[in-house]
């Protein structure tokens, strides 16, 4: 009898008398509502939904109700049962350790969005830097450009006769529309070539040109009795010949590996200012102080032989230089003109000389990497640059104190290095037009100066010393001093830097590399 009374008393506890059921969930309702029409007891929140969704038809009879027939119940709160999990201490223990369970990997959950979205953030706000870096970069070049764009626009309306100085030679000689479509093509051939190219690994490190010392002399001095006056390398992955001129108008070969004179090229009257290879021809071209260029190429035994001069200036040829396309040949003279020519013909498409009253000795000259532009140094301290096939000054710097004795372009492009005889050497940022480096002045003049074939190595002469500099920063590399009795006249870097040779008034030609390891 007492456990009948314990199951009665739990009964009337879990599921009172007179509870009021909803007619759809059959739940107690929270807040209960009567149908006026059939007595029907709902909760309120669903039977609106419920005739919202079914054109006011009642769910149990299917007849019409609408909520104006419900009527609202005073009833006090309904207590939902107890789950059966509830109602053992078993039971409950379980049902707190599912609640704890899933407290936990809900936690977990949340630390590990959080941890994702701290990532993102970080993300996000790196990248707005980055951007905002790039941004501000761009507005710096963007102002420069502009800043130097006025600058040009000035200089124009300044010196309206910069561009007026010098004059082609006559109509007839205007260049040809075919070399013009050329040159174009080389440029845009060799310019997309230069943004795929990579540094080599194979480029000598930093460390080792630093120690680069003296490992070998060539014997010129037998060839050249009054000093060696300009120099140059083989181009090619074996570099195996040296170009040599001198004061007495010769030139001569040698063979590097083998120390030995190979050849003597005899035919100039004059001092030899400049000379140079054909990248894939077996021809040589030499400027003279006598007034002509000459084209050299092999003969029998060993020798060599004038195939072509060029006897276009008037005065002495200070320079030449190949064009990309290995078809032109532009040379530089005192007489105040510079010329372009075809080598296969020898043809002078292009003499461009000063107008009357206007007065720059030109002192030399270089094609820039792409071909359509062209640099020259002259004894009125100035550099200028030309476009070729206009024929128009496009830039002129101004900073050197004395005559300009050398250019050489980077290979990248971008700069070009200038000395002279008020002991320095500059270097010129092309794209934003002014000086960006000036070397400590020297009391000797610098005669020479050189970037190496991947642009991040630059050499110049002072006098019988040599300084290489780092072509990005331009803190030195090596410095090379007391290797020559007198001044330097010409530099040449070997392939990947790896060595460096010098030709010297003092009659010898040395080679600096780093000593075997």
């Known amino acids: 009898r007492k456990e009948g009374h314990k199951a009665r ?64 119940l005073k009833a006090g709160k309904v207590s939902k049962p107890r789950p059966t999990t509830a109602t053992s201490v078993p039971g409950m223990l379980s049902l707190f350790q599912n609640e704890w369970d899933a407290v936990m990997l809900e936690t977990f959950t949340l630390k590990k969005q959080l941890d994702t979205a701290r990532q993102e953030l970080a993300h996000a ?124 108008g010769k030139l001569c070969l040698f063979d590097r590996p083998a120390n030995a004179h190979v050849a003597t090229l005899a035919g100039h009257t004059g001092r030899i200012s400049q000379a140079i290879f054909h990248p894939t021809e077996q021809l040589i071209f030499s400027a003279s102080c006598d007034n002509t260029v000459r084209i050299w190429k092999p003969s029998q035994q060993e020798s060599f032989q004038t195939v072509r001069t060029l006897e276009t200036h008037s005065d002495r040829v200070v320079g030449c230089s190949l064009h990309g396309t290995n078809s032109y040949l532009a040379t530089a003279s005192a007489d105040q003109t510079w010329a372009l020519h075809d080598i296969e013909t020898g043809a002078c498409f292009l003499h461009v000389k000063p107008q009357k009253g206007a007065s720059m000795p030109f002192t030399g000259i270089s094609f820039h990497p792409d071909g359509l532009i062209l640099g020259t140094g002259t004894e009125d301290k100035v550099v200028r640059v030309w476009e070729v096939q206009s024929q128009q000054n496009v830039a002129t710097f101004e900073g050197h104190t004395g005559p300009v004795r050398g250019l050489s372009f980077s290979e990248n492009g971008y700069y070009l290095a200038t000395c002279s005889d008020d002991g320095t050497c500059k270097v010129w940022d092309l794209r934003k037009l002014k000086d960006i480096y000036t070397s400590t002045p020297a009391t000797v003049p610098v005669n020479a100066v050189r970037f190496d074939h991947s642009g991040l190595y630059l050499a110049y002469a002072a006098g019988p010393n040599i300084q290489v500099l780092h072509g990005k920063t331009f803190e030195p590399a090596a410095t090379l001093e007391g290797q020559h009795a007198d001044a330097v006249t010409g530099l040449a870097f070997g392939p990947d830097a790896g060595f460096l040779i010098s030709g010297s008034l003092d009659k010898t030609v040395k080679l600096f590399a780093p000593a075997a390891q």
């Open 9 to 72: 008393s739990f009964a009337k506890c879990c599921f009172p008398e007179h509870t009021m059921l909803c007619a759809i969930s059959g739940h107690p309702p929270e807040e209960p509502v009567v149908s006026a029409k059939s007595g029907h007891v709902f909760e309120k929140r669903l039977i609106l939904e419920y005739l919202a969704a079914n054109g006011n038809k009642c769910p149990v009879t299917d007849q019409s109700l609408t909520p104006e027939d419900l009527v609202p």
């Open 125 to 248: 706000l790196y990248q707005h830097d980055a951007a905002c870096r790039v941004i501000a970069r761009l507005s710096k070049e963007r102002d420069d450009a502009l800043k130097a764009l006025e600058n040009i626009h000035l200089q124009q309306q300044q010196q309206p006769a910069a561009q007026e100085t010098m004059d082609v030679d006559n109509a007839a000689q205007a260049l040809p529309e075919e070399v013009k479509r050329k040159m174009r093509e080389k440029s845009i051939e060799l310019s997309h070539q230069r943004k795929k190219r990579q540094i080599p690994s194979s480029l000598l490190l930093p460390e080792r040109v630093h120690a680069y010392a003296a490992q070998q002399t060539l014997p010129t001095a037998q060839q050249h009795s009054a000093g060696v006056t300009a120099v140059e390398l083989r181009p090619g992955a074996a570099a195996d010949l040296v170009l040599t001129g001198g004061a007495d």
